[in-house]
Each structure stands twice: as C-alpha cells, then as structure tokens.
C-alpha cells in the first residue's frame, strides 16, 4: 500500500529523483579531472615548459634569461667581445708596447718587427764624425776671412759649424734617416710610433733642439745633459731631442 499523499509538501527538487545530479567537487565546482588552469598542469616530475611565463610578458635580458630556453639560443656575450669584457681588438699584437722590441706589453710603442736600438759606441762614434765633417767645413769657410792669430777664428768656426750642422742634419733625416755618421755606424733615425724614416718636422725639430740651446748657453753642457737624458731613459733610450721628434735610433746592421 503506496504512503505518497498528493496533498501533502513536495520534496525537494519538485519531488522527483535527481538521478543526474553530482555532488559539489572541491576547486570551485570543477569536476574531478578537469584542470582550473587553461595552460594545463604540467607533471610534478616534468621539466618546465618552454616560453614565457603565460601571465606576462618575458623578462628583460632577451633570449636566454630561462637559462637559454627561451627563444631558443643561450645567454652569451655580445658580439666581438670576450667573457671578461673586453673585445679581442683591443689587445696589442706581440712585440708592441713599453716592455721593449720583441717583448710583448700594453699601451703606445715602435711597431712589431722595428730593429733593435742602436748600441751607445755606434751612436756616439756616429755623432763626433758628423761634427768633425761639419767643423772642417766651417773651418774652411771662415779662415779666408780670419788671420791665423785672430782668435775670433774658432769662435766663428763654431758658429758657422752650428749652422751648418743644423742644415745637414735637418736634410739628411728627412730624406731616410741617416747622416753620413749614420751611416758609416750603421744606425738610422725612426719615428717611434711606426718605425718610418722622419717626417719633415720630425726632422727639423730634433736638429732645433740638438744645435739651439748650445748656441744660447754652453755647447758642452747642454750636448752633456742631453746625452745622459738618453742613457737612463726606458725603455726606448731617447735622448731629449729624441724626446721633443718622437723619434728613436735604430741599428740597421
């Protein structure tokens, strides 16, 4: 015999059975199964994706910056640098710098393959035949003019002779280098930064600065004082005028 009274309440859900009815699952209502997050879930074990990071843009830094997924390339330095941060260009080639020739060194020197530095004897030995080819012209020049016991003689010589060294030795350098001293020493003038023959200046100034301040003060002293500048000099021995021409002397044997 059936209990169900039609007058009485209905029972929840207008009284009839809810067969197609779930219970309410944890994570918002999403069923069992279903991911919440559109990307998918990738496996506990598995490695991370690869891209960008789905809620923004990528990070600075370019490709590389997930450890070289991203974008497909790994992290590196820029081009022509190295990972010490300076570009390979910018090393002197062997032989060039302040250590010396043929010593490899940082910073402004002669060129790699320049001869090595004329030895002191041949410098000097160079120096006293060119003065004593240019007093012996001088002395010629001026005795027709001078009687034999006139003292003003020698003291015209010299200037004549300091004059005249000047001329010579600015024409000799500028052509290739060498006086005529020079060249019986074996030795030759080069400029310092590529190891060439003087320049016109070059050349016109270290005679200026050789001969001028011996006719304005004492000869002696000054060709003393320029000397010993050369002789303690490093690396490239250069003598004051050497200094002022930015020029070195060089053996050419």
Not at 107 to 120: E, I, K, N
Not at 187 to 201: C, F, I, K, Y
Request: hydrophobic share 35%; charged share 15%; net charge neutral.
């Amino acid at each position: 015999m059936s209990t169900y009274d039609p007058s009485g309440p209905e029972p929840e859900g207008g009284g009839k059975p809810s067969f197609g009815k779930q219970p309410p699952q944890s994570g918002g209502g999403t069923p069992e199964g279903t991911p919440s997050d559109p990307y998918g879930t990738p496996p506990p074990d598995g490695p991370p994706p690869d891209g960008p990071p789905p809620d923004g843009p990528p990070p600075s830094g370019g490709p590389g910056a997930y450890g070289g997924t991203y974008g497909g390339a790994p992290a590196g330095p820029p081009y022509g640098q190295n990972p010490y941060g300076q570009s390979p260009y910018d090393q002197p080639p062997p032989g060039y710098g302040p250590a010396g020739y043929g010593a490899p060194g940082p910073g402004p020197g002669p060129v790699p393959g320049m001869p090595p530095l004329g030895s002191w004897p041949n410098r000097i030995l160079a120096r006293l035949i060119d003065y004593v080819l240019v007093q012996a012209v001088a002395l010629l020049l001026v005795l027709p003019f001078a009687g034999h016991a006139d003292r003003s003689a020698s003291a015209g010589a010299f200037w004549v002779a300091c004059a005249i060294y000047f001329v010579y030795e600015g024409l000799m350098l500028s052509r290739d280098g060498q006086t005529l001293g020079k060249k019986a020493m074996k030795v030759r003038v080069a400029m310092l930064v590529d190891g060439n023959s003087p320049t016109q200046s070059a050349a016109w100034t270290r005679a200026a600065v050789f001969i001028l301040p011996a006719v304005l003060c004492c000869a002696a002293l000054w060709w003393l004082v320029d000397g010993l500048f050369g002789v303690f000099d490093k690396p490239y021995r250069q003598c004051i005028h050497d200094k002022a021409a930015k020029t070195v002397v060089v053996s050419t044997a």
